[in-house]
């Protein structure tokens, strides 16, 4: 009498490169500590409960999750992980099955204003996720057929590179404009002795 | 320890060190090196003058190098015996001792290490552990910043002997501090450094919390613990009694201590996960409660006494739960945290436990041992001839094989545990296991494949875990092929390449090769050594082009009653998926490549003559036993 097994949220995850140690997670909490973006630009982001959450299969709730879109990929919580989970690599998969699942990002994501864009691309080569593409769009009030800079939602990580490089000043973010934050820490980390400089 | 040197009978060495062991189990030599003191005990009485008049001054290892010592000292005040030592590697000659010395003349710098054979019973190994060096955790700063310790500094800070009389003080500014973390796991539970708990350091934590509390109830102590583990008589009842004397306990692990430089406090950066909050608390001193690791080394004193270790550089015991005193060499006993990690109660009992079983050695005139032993026939060894070989010696895992130059191999009895490893490695079928000789082994297969047997599924199982897996896999009524047949050796490395040549060369449809798991076996290596030959065998059969599946190696432990059920169907459905021509085509096809190769087993006496050839054996055990006048 063996039923066969539905494919939940946890075996899903586990066959993704990076994520095959989710279930090792004993709930230090040391990855959250550790974190920038949960320290300085969103309380609510805790990758340990992710992990939980998945490690209970708890689908809706990993997918709606703010948490898997926000990380930076700085990988501090893997250097200190003491189960060596490559965490960053766990929120990306729980990030690419959402994303699968049809869920959209929780997420303020860049913003293109298609009556200033001049399409002169450089968003596009900027853009570490490949999150942004040039597209012919009638602008009302503009023209037919301009090239436009186009952001794709489910790719874009907020990370604000393409309005630092915009020439335009045509691109912009809005809830997630805290990401001065974010330097700060990354650049005290930069200043601890463990990387080299001593205070 | 003074009251175990006073005791007559007990004859306590220190500053010696054992370099070789050789013998067996109650006949053991042992060599000693005692290293020069560069005093003489018997005219040193302890007064300390030489220590006064010392100008030199090193860090104390025994104050976890918190105060001086002299070079010209004892390790601590209940040293055996309590005579002074010159440390050679600090001294400069000065002299100044010897003047001090005056007419005692107890200080000799002539003397030099002393090496002398003892003879010993039984050896109890109790070398404890080391403490695992939390300065390779950058994230602790360890070592960088002077207010964070770790629990052994605090063990001698907080000691009325130690270097402060028990005064507990901050290193940076010698104040005491007001509020104090101490910081569980730190280097255990951790993948990057060691992967184990160590055992006893939640109580320790909680000991010295208690303790620092008594003495000074307005210092501030929190615990940061992943989890805290009370699982003795009376733990969790001084849990709770922490607890309510005020002690706070944050659940979470620390990720980041940083640093006021101008106060030098700390920063103990956390997350509660039970509020899933970040809490960044500000603390006078911070205790790390490191690992607790292996000796450093471990690695010599298991070469030295010939004993194995499990993962992570622990001594293995013989069995984890029926024998876990015992090392797998008879007469070495294994004493508290060296054989895995144990708190002082538990360290205890391992010690009284060794204590007895060293005891059973000592009082006995007579070891009794498995009769079923490798013996070498003297005749067939090429060393003998001359000859360069030592094949059996390499397979032996308790080194019970003694090889000389021009002598045949000797088995040393009492060391051998009849795992028959010697016996299926030896080129020349110069050694026999008694009990599981060529002869009965071959009897019990001939008589298993007189009829059909190319429809049989024929299994090797070893005597401690594949057939007592086929045992429960019968006791479990679990369904398997009635064509199956199977015999018992003590080991996969029992298992000969010839019996599996006879096996095919007498028809057999498909072979098991099994034995216990690499972790499991009961012959310390004696799996590998199995293992091994089963590589080399399955490429033999390979070149012979048999049909793939007909040879099977398959480690299935006494537990895996259902793998043995399942791994014999497999095989059957192998033989079914031949066409029963073609099979027996295949057969015939290799039988006379199996007999070329089996060749050299049909020259030790065949079955018909078993009655000869056990007369044969008696007879050269006899002559070797009057030999060596046993």
Not at chain 1, 61 to 79: E, K, M, R
Not at chain 2, 196 to 223: D, G, H, R, T
Not at chain 2, 579 to 608: C, F, N, S, W
Request: glycine share 6%; hydrophobic share 35%; aromatic share 8%.
């Amino acid at each position: 009498m063996e039923h066969e097994k539905v494919a939940e949220l946890r075996d899903l995850l586990i066959a993704l490169p990076g994520c095959e140690k989710v279930d090792m997670c004993f709930s230090c909490g040391t990855c959250v500590s550790r974190c920038p973006i949960q320290q300085k630009v969103e309380p609510a982001y805790n990758p340990r409960r992710l992990l939980k959450m998945v490690a209970l299969n708890m689908q809706q709730d990993s997918f709606s999750s703010i948490t898997p879109y926000l990380c930076s990929a700085c990988d501090l919580c893997y250097a200190a992980c003491p189960q060596e989970i490559h965490i960053s690599a766990v929120l990306n998969g729980v990030k690419k099955l959402a994303v699968e699942a049809g869920f959209a990002t929780p997420l303020e994501t860049a913003r293109v204003d298609a009556l200033t864009c001049i399409g002169c691309g450089f968003c596009e080569k900027a853009c570490p996720y490949e999150a942004i593409s040039l597209k012919e769009v009638n602008v009302p009030m503009r023209g037919k057929g301009l090239l436009i800079a186009e952001v794709d939602a489910a790719k874009c990580m907020a990370c604000g590179t393409c309005s630092m490089i915009c020439r335009s000043n045509s691109i912009e973010l809005q809830a997630w404009e805290n990401s001065e934050g974010v330097v700060d820490s990354i650049w005290s980390w930069f200043e601890t002795a463990e990387v080299g400089g001593e205070r | 320890m003074v009251d175990a040197a006073r005791h007559p009978k007990v004859d306590v060495r220190t500053y010696t060190t054992v370099e070789r062991v050789e013998g067996y189990v109650g006949n053991f030599k042992v060599q000693l090196r005692e290293k020069a003191r560069h005093v003489i005990a018997d005219r040193c009485n302890g007064c300390g003058e030489c220590a006064k008049a010392c100008p030199i001054e090193v860090p104390n290892y025994f104050e976890m190098n918190l105060a001086p010592r002299k070079a010209a000292y004892v390790p601590m005040s209940q040293s055996v015996p309590l005579r002074y030592t010159i440390d050679e590697d600090a001294c400069i000659h000065c002299y100044k001792c010897v003047d001090a010395c005056g007419a005692l003349e107890a200080i000799d710098f002539s003397q030099e290490d002393k090496i002398a054979w003892e003879d010993i019973g039984s050896i109890v190994v109790a070398t404890g552990f080391n403490h695992f060096d939390p300065s390779v955790i950058p994230e602790y700063g360890y070592s960088r910043y002077p207010n964070v310790i770790t629990a052994m500094e605090m063990e001698r800070l907080n000691n009325s002997a130690g270097p402060t009389t028990g005064n507990l003080i901050r290193p940076s500014d010698q104040k005491n501090p007001q509020r104090l973390a101490i910081i569980n796991c730190v280097g255990s539970r951790d993948k990057r450094f060691n992967p184990w708990c160590s055992n006893f350091c939640c109580m320790y934590a909680i000991k010295n919390a208690v303790l620092l509390k008594q003495m000074n109830p307005q210092l501030e102590i929190s615990i940061y613990y992943m989890d805290i583990r009370t699982p003795s008589k009376g733990y969790e009842e001084f849990y709770d009694r922490a607890r309510s004397m005020g002690i706070r306990f944050i659940q979470g692990r620390p990720s980041l201590i940083t640093e006021d430089p101008k106060t030098r406090n700390l920063f103990v950066h956390a997350e509660d996960v039970v509020l899933g909050k970040i809490s960044e608390l500000e603390y006078d001193m911070v205790m790390l409660n490191q690992a607790a690791v292996p000796q450093l080394d471990v690695d010599t004193v298991s070469s030295v006494l010939n004993i194995t270790q499990s993962p992570g550089g622990w001594f293995m015991e013989y069995h984890p739960k029926l024998r876990p005193v015992d090392s797998p060499t008879d007469g070495i006993f294994l004493a508290g945290a060296c054989q895995g990690l144990k708190d002082i109660p538990s360290s205890v009992s391992s010690g009284l436990a060794t204590a007895s079983r060293a005891g059973r050695i000592l009082h006995s005139d007579e070891w009794e041992i498995e009769p079923i032993i490798a013996q070498v026939w003297e005749d067939r060894c090429v060393m003998a001839q001359g000859k360069v070989c030592g094949v059996c010696a390499r397979a032996c895992p308790y080194g019970a094989i003694v090889i000389e130059e021009g002598k045949a191999a000797s088995v040393t009895v009492a060391k051998c545990h009849g795992c028959g490893g010697c016996v299926a490695e030896c080129p020349h079928n110069a050694i026999t296991q008694m009990h599981f000789t060529d002869a009965q082994v071959l009897a019990q297969m001939r008589a298993l494949l007189a009829d059909k047997p190319e429809e049989k599924v024929f299994a090797f199982r070893c005597h401690w875990c594949s057939y007592g897996g086929a045992d429960l896999a019968g006791t479990s009524h679990f369904d398997y092929s009635a064509n199956e047949r199977g015999i018992r050796v003590m080991c996969s490395a029992r298992m000969d390449p010839d019996f599996l040549y006879e096996a095919y060369r007498l028809g057999a449809g498909a072979v098991l090769y099994s034995g216990c798991h690499p972790q499991d076996c009961h012959y310390i290596t004696g799996q590998k050594v199995g293992a091994t030959r089963a590589e080399r065998l399955a490429k033999i059969f390979e070149k012979m082009e048999m049909t793939p599946g007909r040879f099977r190696v398959e480690w299935i432990s006494a537990a895996e009653g259902d793998k043995y059920a399942r791994v014999i169907n497999e095989l059957q459905q192998v033989i079914n998926d031949i066409p029963h021509d073609q099979l027996r085509q295949e057969i015939e096809r290799l039988k006379p490549e199996m007999e070329k190769r089996a060749r050299r087993m049909y020259e030790t006496p065949g079955v018909d003559k078993a009655v000869e050839y056990s007369e044969e054996m008696a007879r050269i055990i006899t002559a070797q036993e009057v030999k060596s006048g046993a």
